[in-house]
């Protein structure tokens, strides 16, 4: 059984560029080929951003659907393509990001449910997710592993384009030798008459993706503490970082912003707190406040002394083995004044996120105790842009 351990003696794997070097966290160093077609689907989807090809088609029904497109996440696409029935044509360019799609009516962007043809990456995750919920990895069988890249075969999911599941399929995964991500899925029926094919290039190559700006959605907040002009500035700046321009108005003293793109609750709800990184000195038992783990009931702590107020120097989201995010932190004057406690604590705004143990170093800290990836970024976010004041999410509606 193949392990990559060739691959688990670097840091990390430097793919390089006419754009420069772009870094690819490194996988697993125990994976097995059994293991590989798992993370190099999941891993993919969980880089900062990629390029893709994209291209279906069903002869019989002269319907073809081609183009290309880029995907930022946590939930951005741009495409642009071509889409044809018979001798019905149409130029696709299409926007998206959550669950709507921008389309282009009376000279402004419409927000609209996603099309089908918005749902590309979707449509891929449908096309492989039944072999990969198959145990164990029986879903796929290797095919060859010729260094620079490995390919699997498995039996696709091709329900969009033949729902009366009529047709035998063949498929292949095409993963890169180096980082283990997926690089093609390419998949066909047996008689040629259906063809999927989506292939990925220029990972983590962009920040972000140009979508017109139309006031589609609005957010109200309400101010709460400190300095309202500032906390107004680090918000617009906290949405750019998630990929949403936005525009702020101040109405019967609330701040109202208006949106192209929805924002999940969650999200909205986090980007507008201080995001003040404290570590505690926590003890079993004793006089001060009790504060508990995050999501855990039990884990009752007493807060003994707040010990330091680190400088966040950088942030990283990333995923852990079982592709569960987690957050990275480099700090500074973190070391706490004290250790004589039973435990260390890191918390930001209020809420505790770990316990150490009091001989942990903390210039680095790992935060593993997020639920979704959505969070995990927005925590992210306020960390690397802390103000001094608070703003109470209200409500998210639509505009249009």
Request: hydrophobic residues 40%.
């Amino acid at each position: 059984m193949r392990r990559f351990l060739d691959i688990a003696l670097f840091s990390g794997v430097i793919l390089t560029a006419g754009l420069g070097c772009v870094q690819v966290v490194r996988p697993p160093s125990d994976l097995t080929y059994e293991d590989v077609p798992q993370y190099a689907w999941e891993g993919l989807k969980q880089q900062g951003s990629f390029g893709f090809d994209y291209y279906v088609s069903r002869s019989s029904m002269q319907f073809e659907v081609q183009g290309s497109g880029s995907v930022v996440l946590p939930d951005a696409l741009r495409f642009r393509g071509t889409w044809r029935m018979g001798e019905e044509e149409r130029v696709l360019n299409l926007a998206a990001a959550g669950d709507y799609q921008l389309e282009r009516q009376d000279n402004q962007w419409v927000p609209h449910p996603k099309s089908e043809e918005a749902k590309i990456l979707e449509q891929a995750d449908r096309v492989i997710r039944k072999a990969l919920l198959r145990r164990k990895g029986r879903g796929f069988e290797l095919v060859a592993d010729e260094g620079k890249i490995i390919t699997y075969s498995f039996q696709p999911n091709l329900f969009y384009l033949d729902p009366g599941f009529e047709k035998k399929y063949t498929a292949e995964l095409v993963v890169d030798g180096r980082t283990l991500l997926a690089r093609e899925i390419n998949a066909r029926s047996e008689d040629d008459d259906i063809q999927f094919k989506f292939s990925v290039s220029a990972i983590n190559r962009r920040k972000r993706i140009r979508i017109p700006f139309s006031e589609n959605f609005k957010l109200t907040y309400s101010p709460q503490a400190g300095r309202f002009g500032k906390a107004k500035s680090v918000l617009g700046k906290r949405l750019r970082d998630v990929g949403r321009k936005s525009r702020m108005r101040t109405r019967d003293g609330n701040l109202q912003v208006t949106l192209t793109f929805p924002v999940y609750k969650q999200m909205a709800q986090i980007l507008a707190e201080p995001g003040q990184l404290v570590i505690l000195g926590l003890n079993l038992d004793g006089p001060g406040p009790q504060i508990n783990t995050r999501g855990e009931i039990s884990d009752i702590f007493h807060i003994a002394d707040t010990l330091a107020l680190p400088v966040v120097r950088s942030v990283e989201v990333g995923f852990d083995s079982l592709s569960r995010p987690m957050l990275e932190l480099t700090l500074a004057k973190a070391d706490p004044r004290s250790r004589d406690f039973d435990y260390l604590g890191v918390a930001v705004d209020g809420v505790l996120y770990e316990v150490l143990t009091v001989d942990n170093p903390t210039d680095i800290l790992r935060i593993a105790n997020v639920t979704t990836y959505e969070e995990a970024l927005a925590l992210s976010i306020k960390l690397r842009r802390p103000f001094n004041g608070e703003l109470r999410f209200m409500d998210q509606e639509r505009l249009r």
